[in-house]
């Protein structure tokens, strides 16, 4: 408040501070113990009880073994022989560990070259679409421009349509392109993702427009601000969007299964795939190297799980 307004309110007396008090009590009436207000929905909202606490941990606990389930199969089925695995009633602790499974598949298949090109495809790929649809989300949330809006959502609108509607098209331009069987064109397809610039751009709009605006004033172009103020600022969200990406790309089957032919550029997914024949498959074999595959994406997650879980639980600025 200005200083001629402090000496008036000073100069008014007792009576115009027993006026304000009556207005202040009239708008933000007190809490009264037992009354309706604030406090019983401090109660209502307050600390979770012992038996309550207990029965949502239990209901967690039986959720994660639901879940762990799978995982627990296939880690018992790489351990047994092949007549074993399916066999029924389901046999979950083996009667005798076939541990030579686990060597097997280095031997059997080139694995550390399927995996090592699966981790190559999977790092060059969440790079690109992270840098991508950050810097692409940027611009739908802090440029303006003329049919912004329509212009994202027609974008987004390409999630919609099915992978196998574009699929053949797709083939025919990479093959007059010349980079069938070449892992440039998986790189090349994937590196943008609409789904990506969606989720950077709802983050995005949690930040206030001041900074960049500040940031204009003081000389900063767009590259900048988007380099060293936005970015630094949506961790969560990039370790999000990384993890997602990282995970579906080591998973694909499709697109490796489209586009590579030679053996020496396959990824996991296809080099398991060789374990499957025309008449019989080894699954003990299968299961074990579906394990070893499955722990990178354990290990990324362990490593991101901070950043992942606060990317999805909160949004806005930290205060």
């Known amino acids: 408040m200005s200083t001629g307004t402090t000496t008036q309110t000073s100069a008014a007396g007792p009576s115009a501070s027993t006026a304000i008090d009556g207005v202040t009590e009239a708008i933000v009436p007190p809490v009264v113990p037992g009354a309706p207000g604030p406090l019983n929905r401090t109660k209502r909202h307050g600390p979770i009880s012992p038996l309550r606490r207990v029965g949502i941990y239990a209901l967690l606990v039986v959720l994660t073994a639901v879940i762990f389930v799978p995982f627990f199969w296939m880690v018992s089925s790489s351990l047994k022989q092949n007549n074993e695995v399916f066999s029924i009633p389901v046999q979950w602790i083996p009667t005798e ?5 686990y060597v097997d598949i280095w031997t059997r298949i080139p694995m550390l070259t399927y995996l090592k090109n699966s981790l190559f495809l999977s790092v060059t790929i969440t790079i690109l679409q992270v840098l991508t649809g950050s810097f692409a989300a940027y611009g739908f949330s802090k440029m303006h421009f003329k049919a912004r809006d329509v212009l994202f959502v027609m974008y987004i609108a390409t999630i919609a349509v099915p992978w196998q509607a574009y699929m053949i098209p797709q083939y025919i331009m990479m093959q007059n392109a010349g980079l069938v ?46 380099w060293r103020i ?90």
Not at 97 to 101: G, I
């Open 97 to 101: 560990f076939v541990w030579s499974n």
């Open 181 to 226: 069987n070449s892992h440039l064109a998986i790189i090349l397809l994937q590196a943008f993702g609409a789904f990506g610039v969606f989720l950077m751009r709802q983050y995005y709009l949690t930040i206030p427009d001041e900074l960049s605006e500040a940031a204009r004033i003081d000389g900063l172009n767009e590259y900048a601000i988007w």
């Open 230 to 319: 936005i970015l630094p600022l949506t961790k969560p969200a990039l370790a999000s969007l990384a993890l997602l990406t990282f995970v579906s790309t080591w998973n694909d089957y499709m697109g490796p299964f489209i586009y590579l032919t030679s053996n020496d550029l396959w990824t996991v997914q296809l080099g398991l795939r060789s374990f499957v024949g025309q008449y019989d498959a080894e699954y003990a074999l299968i299961m074990a190297g579906s394990v070893v595959s499955v722990i990178p994406i354990v290990l990324i997650f362990l490593l991101g799980q901070r950043y992942f879980i606060q990317g999805i639980a909160t949004s806005g600025m930290k205060g």
